[in-house]
């Protein structure tokens, strides 16, 4: 199987967004205050994320990874990516594909 880098948008909007998973590695910036990107490895969709942006000082859920930081450099605002795994038993119900992300955009290599 081949891997490629893929790029995803997360809104910064106090929810949750679905992201297939596993990957690799992820990088994360954000260019606008609104919005944080999202850089990783593709590995088989066998586990299932939601993500999260949290704001430096906020409360954090007891489940939960840390994913990276970013700093917005217009504003100084910086914000933290968190990643809780979907249970497998739950996947079909919230079953998403790369092309039919909820809220979370999947960015084809040619607008990398």
């Given at each position: 199987m081949s891997r490629r880098i893929l790029k995803w948008q997360l809104p910064v909007d106090d929810e949750w967004h679905r992201l297939p998973g596993p990957f690799d590695h992820c990088e994360v910036d954000v260019y606008d205050p609104g919005?944080?990107?999202l850089w990783?490895?593709?590995?088989p969709h066998t586990v299932m994320w939601d993500m999260r942006a949290y704001g430096t000082g906020h409360d954090l859920?007891?489940?939960?990874?840390w994913v990276g930081t970013a700093r917005h450099d217009g504003t100084g605002l910086v914000w933290h990516v968190?990643?809780?795994p979907i249970p497998e038993e739950m996947h079909s119900e919230h079953e998403a594909t790369p092309d039919e992300l909820s809220f979370v955009e999947?960015?084809?290599p040619d607008e990398a």
């Amino acid at each position: 199987m081949s891997r490629r880098i893929l790029k995803w948008q997360l809104p910064v909007d106090d929810e949750w967004h679905r992201l297939p998973g596993p990957f690799d590695h992820c990088e994360v910036d954000v260019y606008d205050p609104g919005i944080m990107w999202l850089w990783a490895v593709e590995m088989p969709h066998t586990v299932m994320w939601d993500m999260r942006a949290y704001g430096t000082g906020h409360d954090l859920p007891d489940v939960g990874n840390w994913v990276g930081t970013a700093r917005h450099d217009g504003t100084g605002l910086v914000w933290h990516v968190l990643a809780r795994p979907i249970p497998e038993e739950m996947h079909s119900e919230h079953e998403a594909t790369p092309d039919e992300l909820s809220f979370v955009e999947r960015i084809g290599p040619d607008e990398a």
